[in-house]
């Protein structure tokens, strides 16, 4: 099985979906599945479409909030994150609850990350030439607005669970091809 899946991210939220009759849980359902999509495509187009017109994220952490707001930054923070090669990611779903406003998921996220992005943030990677992967447990709102816009991503996220050096092997293709395209 590969080390990541981004598949994986969404099928519970495409699972819950078959099995919702509620028509305002379906959209609310659908946007998150559709920014994950385009998240993990990437295609910042179609993820920029899935918001609303002045997102405001929120990523708690020990220093406090550090998320973009409004649209311009939060463009931004998708073009830096893939630019730094981190988003090739599996969000592996343990827990989903749905209202008819909010998507709530808590699970185990997992990312590959090059050493030297890993050491820039500080996570311990033993060699900065290596790729990792890099799991942290995390929590996520995703409030959506009334149009079916999702209006920001309310993040909570405890830190590093574990760092795991791999070899070449272990790579998907697709982060072989962004990292190291032939």
């Not at 910042?44 to 998320?67: I, K, N």
């Amino acid at each position: 099985m590969a080390v990541i899946d981004p598949t994986r991210t969404w099928a519970p939220l495409e699972k819950r979906l078959a099995d919702t009759t509620s028509e305002r849980q379906r959209v609310v359902l659908n946007a998150v599945i559709e920014h994950m999509k385009a998240e993990a495509a990437p295609d910042l187009q179609r993820l920029m479409a899935t918001l609303c017109p002045s997102p405001d994220y929120h990523f708690w952490g020990p220093d406090g909030d550090s998320g973009p707001k409004t649209t311009e930054g939060v463009r931004t923070y998708y073009t830096d994150f893939v630019a730094t090669r981190t988003n090739v990611l599996e969000y592996e779903v343990q827990r989903l609850v749905v209202d008819d406003h909010c998507v709530v998921t808590e699970g185990l996220l997992k990312q590959i990350y090059p050493g030297v992005e890993a050491a820039r943030l500080g996570i311990p990677v033993d060699d900065v030439d290596a790729d990792h992967l890099i799991v942290f447990r995390q929590l996520l709102l995703w409030p959506v607005d009334e149009n079916g816009l999702i209006e920001g991503e309310d993040s909570y996220n405890p830190g590093v669970v574990s760092v795991t050096k791999l070899s070449r092997e272990d790579l998907p293709q697709k982060y072989v091809e962004l990292v190291y395209p032939a």
